[in-house]
């Protein structure tokens, strides 16, 4: 069958999925304590997908283009057993690149056992290397050290790279980046810097506290000169800078101020089974009563491309201060 392309000839070829909508932090940029408090209602487990149901819509998807999956969340090392799902998904023939995202807190515990069941590398997010401004970050008061044991964890299991992405919000945590460069550098991890942004409608996101991915790039060069490097694949988010002396690499992910839609190739599943084309859409297409009805393979498939064949989203293309508030999927549930 021939590859997918959506209106603007862009193809399918990432999947991120999102196992739930559950999480063990509250950073202050993605679930706010005011809105995901003690009465918020997450996901009934009935209504959350199966690990065999998730295998099988990866297969599918793999079969339309798809060769890269992110397992994320919500908290993904929070799923009960999260390790059966990555040895299920890395078994799907053609998937070349599996990865996953974490907050890092479970990781110490779970890392082995995550490379045992196929994954090869990982993401982990890390905001500052101060308690205090983590802590108010995350707002669980959870420690620098408990993500750091994790990061090592990661590598003693041999999953290699490991990536660090950094949400950086003006007046928080911007004084935070260059000791965050020097640390993952001398221990040869990939930073990355992730432009704060208007995802969901619950985070209060204002321009004013974006910090331009261009002024961290200036900040970092000033001390460690960088060259620019190439990018790993067509459409890759992270813009690639290398240390001039041969000392690694970070990345810089500046999807406010230097939009990247033209490229995007991205599909996400969420927990209860939609199917999102656009971290920043409104409304899903709803995979769960497909599959659950007994739709068969060739039917689902059917569903997915044409989905994908009348894409035409471009939202950060678009983005200004009046369509941040419009209606949007919090991305603890769509997964970032
Ligand atoms: N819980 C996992 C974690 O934090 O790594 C995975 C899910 S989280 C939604 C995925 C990534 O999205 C994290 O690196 C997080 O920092 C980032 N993120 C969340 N809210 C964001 C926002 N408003 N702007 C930019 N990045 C955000
Ligand atoms: Fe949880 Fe990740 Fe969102 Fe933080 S960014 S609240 S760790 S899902
Ligand atoms: Fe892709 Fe939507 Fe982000 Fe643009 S705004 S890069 S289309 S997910």
């Known amino acids: 069958m021939d590859a997918v392309t959506d209106t603007r000839n862009r193809p399918l070829?990432?999947?991120?999925?999102?196992?739930?909508?559950?999480?063990?932090f509250r950073c202050v940029y993605c679930m706010p304590r005011e809105v995901f408090g003690r009465g918020y209602a997450f996901l009934p487990h009935s209504q959350v997908l199966t690990f065999e149901e998730i295998t099988r819509l990866?297969?599918?998807?793999?079969a339309q283009g798809v060769e890269k999956v992110r397992i994320t969340g919500g908290e993904?090392?929070?799923?009960?057993?999260?390790?059966?799902?990555?040895?299920?998904?890395?078994?799907?023939?053609?998937?070349?690149?599996?990865?996953?995202?974490t907050?890092?807190?479970?990781?110490?515990?779970?890392?082995?056992?995550?490379?045992?069941a196929g994954l090869r590398r990982?993401?982990?997010?890390?905001?500052?290397?101060?308690d205090d401004v983590f802590m108010a970050m995350n707002d669980v008061d959870f420690p620098v050290q408990g993500v750091l044991e994790g990061i090592e964890a990661a590598q003693e299991a041999g999953l290699h790279p490991i990536k660090v992405n950094m949400v950086v919000k003006r007046g928080v945590n911007d004084s935070d980046a260059l000791d965050m460069a020097r640390y993952f550098r001398e221990r040869g991890h990939i930073l990355r810097?992730?432009?704060?942004?208007?995802v969901g409608t619950t985070n209060?996101?204002?321009?004013?506290?974006?910090?331009?991915?261009?002024?961290?790039?200036?900040?970092?060069?000033g001390e460690m000169p960088l060259e620019p490097a190439e990018a790993n694949y067509p459409g890759e988010v992270a813009e690639r800078y290398?240390?001039?002396d041969g000392g690694g690499e970070i990345g810089i992910i500046a999807s406010v101020t230097q939009p990247f839609c033209g490229a995007c190739t991205r599909a996400r599943l969420s927990a209860e089974g939609k199917f999102y084309t656009c971290l920043f859409s409104s409304a899903g297409h709803d995979l769960r009563g497909l599959l659950r009805g007994g739709a068969t393979d060739d039917e689902l498939s059917a569903f997915l491309r044409s989905v994908w064949r009348i894409r035409d989203d471009r939202y950060s293309e678009v983005r200004a201060e009046a369509t941040a508030s419009l209606p949007k999927i919090e991305m603890s549930y769509i997964g970032g």
């Open 13 to 24: 070829r990432d999947l991120r999925i999102s196992v739930t909508d559950r999480c063990n």
């Open 58 to 62: 990866a297969r599918l998807f793999v």
């Open 76 to 101: 993904p090392l929070v799923r009960h057993d999260i390790e059966k799902l990555v040895a299920m998904l890395a078994a799907v023939p053609g998937l070349h690149d599996l990865t996953l995202t």
């Open 103 to 116: 907050n890092g807190a479970l990781l110490k515990r779970k890392a082995q056992a995550l490379r045992e």
């Open 122 to 130: 990982i993401t982990v997010s890390l905001d500052s290397l101060r």
């Open 193 to 198: 810097f992730i432009e704060y942004m208007d």
């Open 204 to 221: 209060g996101w204002r321009m004013d506290d974006v910090v331009p991915a261009a002024e961290i790039l200036r900040m970092i060069d």
């Open 242 to 244: 290398r240390y001039k």
